[in-house]
């Protein structure tokens, strides 16, 4: 079985129809979706509609959390002080904006998505199977991603939340990450997802208008809307100034 799994959209539809397109062309016999879908991006509540229409499965991540469990921002902060200025505009600019686009009825739809997605083998998680808000970076070892996402019966296990692409065959797991849809931060402003045919996991990446991003961002008068525009076109995550 073919599956396919597009996470961190993060409210940008320019790059989700791009991947949309990919997908078509990549004919997978299944797509998951790997949450963070609308914060963080100018079309929020268009991006939820579309994935709603496509009908894929999927997971819940951390900003999409955000949205209905205020309750968070304490835990984050208590437990990432060094990231205090950012969770700032995270809880306090970015997360207002975007729910208030995507209404109740929205939230109420991503607060119903599980922890996690299981299919034959591949266990697709937003960030770690116990942690919304944390997961390994690609250059740790291959005992520490063994110890995360390694479980009974899974021979393959996909996380998104980090933003980079990467895929680790071990020795009885391979763990990939398929890094970000709408937002990535590994120097390459190229949508990325992941296609799994079997245990063979190949990251694709797919261009897109980026001029038409920008122009989304000014359309719909997204906060720090110069600052993100950079980030997408360098690809590489700084914090508003």
């Given at each position: 079985?073919?599956?396919?799994?597009?996470?961190?959209?993060?409210?940008?539809?320019?790059?989700?129809?791009?991947?949309?397109?990919?997908?078509?062309?990549?004919?997978?016999?299944?797509?998951?979706?790997?949450?963070?879908?609308?914060?963080?991006?100018?079309?929020?509540?268009?991006?939820?509609?579309?994935?709603?229409?496509?009908?894929?499965?999927?997971?819940?991540?951390?900003?999409?959390?955000?949205?209905?469990?205020?309750?968070?921002?304490?835990?984050?902060?208590?437990?990432?002080?060094?990231?205090r200025s950012w969770l700032d505009v995270l809880?306090?600019?970015?997360?207002?904006?975007?729910?208030?686009?995507?209404?109740?009825?929205?939230?109420?739809w991503l607060r119903g998505q599980p922890a996690e997605h299981r299919r034959e083998g591949v266990r697709v998680v937003h960030a770690s199977p116990e942690d919304l808000w944390r997961a390994p970076l690609p250059d740790v070892g291959d005992q520490e991603l063994a110890d995360v996402y390694g479980a009974a019966g899974v021979r393959v296990a996909v996380y998104g939340h980090v933003h980079r692409a990467f895929v680790r065959p071990m020795p009885g797991l391979t763990v990939a990450n398929s890094g970000s849809a709408g937002l990535p931060w590994d120097g390459d402003p190229r949508p990325s997802y992941l296609l799994l045919d079997g245990a063979v996991a190949e990251v694709r990446r797919v261009a897109y208008d980026l001029d038409r991003a920008r122009r989304d961002l000014d359309d719909a008068g997204f906060p720090l809307a110069a600052w993100l525009a950079v980030v997408q076109r360098e690809a590489r995550f700084t914090r508003p100034l």
């Open positions: 079985m073919r599956i396919a799994v597009v996470s961190d959209v993060h409210g940008n539809l320019a790059a989700l129809e791009a991947v949309v397109a990919d997908l078509r062309r990549a004919a997978p016999d299944l797509i998951v979706q790997g949450g963070d879908t609308a914060v963080l991006g100018p079309r929020p509540a268009e991006v939820v509609d579309r994935l709603r229409e496509l009908g894929w499965p999927g997971v819940a991540g951390n900003t999409d959390q955000m949205l209905w469990d205020a309750s968070v921002r304490a835990e984050q902060e208590r437990r990432a002080p060094k990231l809880f306090g600019t970015l997360g207002p904006w975007a729910a208030e686009r995507l209404g109740d009825e929205r939230i109420a």
